[in-house]
């Protein structure tokens, strides 16, 4: 079973409008931790934000929130406001296990249309 | 800090030869991460050390590849012979191993094996 799943390939959003991405995830660990990369052009890998699994509330960074629904193993990435210079590769990943181990799932492709 | 610093950016060479990737990680950060990119197969965890010690190599693809983490601020990934199949970004990414900063990475370096 995929660890990470991120079902858009894909996805357009007008300018200024809001986008949600969508990552579902699977793990038996009561301890976890969720984060959103960005991976632009340039091919750098860029952390966005993080959500603990212990964490009562929604993690925010900006114009970045995590839509956290534990029950539904769901932590969506919201981006408000949309600019242009968020068009990019974004990587839902997961943390956990003792070690720390970090599976990233396949990503979402978001282009924002001016 | 500087980061994450990975070299050489951009390696290309012939089948057949030996391939040395060099990363240093962040003073302090106690984790190390060894990923490889592709179109085909996203982000692949290849091998991860905690303490200069390899805890998880099962992603290390064949027998082709190794990894070492004399110290501290250094580790080298190896690919010996190299192949066309093995071209990719390889990037290293270190963490402090707790909290909400996830890893951090470096620039990657994009490996062309003609």
């Known amino acids: 079973a995929q660890k990470i799943t991120q079902t858009q390939p894909g996805m357009f959003v007008q300018e200024k409008e809001a986008v949600t991405l969508d990552c579902t995830y699977d793990t038996s660990d009561q301890s976890y931790g969720l984060f959103w990369y960005k991976q632009p052009s340039s091919g750098e890998m860029i952390f966005l934000i993080y959500q603990g699994s212990y964490d009562e509330q929604n993690a925010t960074e900006g114009r970045y929130s995590l839509n956290f629904q534990k029950a539904r193993k769901s932590a969506n990435l919201v981006i408000s406001a949309s600019q242009l210079g968020d068009s990019a590769m974004y990587f839902c990943a997961m943390r956990e296990g003792p070690y720390q181990k970090v599976t990233f799932g396949t990503g979402t492709k978001l282009q924002v249309i001016p | ?114």
Not at chain 2, 34 to 49: A, S, V
């Open chain 2, 1 to 114: 800090d500087a980061g994450v610093i990975q070299s050489p950016r951009h390696e290309v060479t012939e089948m057949g030869q030996e391939v040395t990737l060099r990363c240093k990680p962040i003073s302090g950060h106690d984790y190390l991460f060894w990923y490889r990119q592709t179109m085909m197969r996203g982000l692949e965890l290849l091998i991860y050390f905690n303490n200069n010690v390899p805890i998880d190599d099962s992603g290390m693809p064949e027998d082709r590849f190794s990894a070492k983490m004399p110290n501290a601020s250094f580790s080298t990934l190896k690919i010996q012979p190299s192949e066309p199949r093995d071209s990719a970004v390889y990037f290293c990414a270190s963490s402090p191993g707790t909290g909400v900063h996830g890893y951090t990475f470096g620039s990657g370096t994009r490996l062309t094996v003609v």
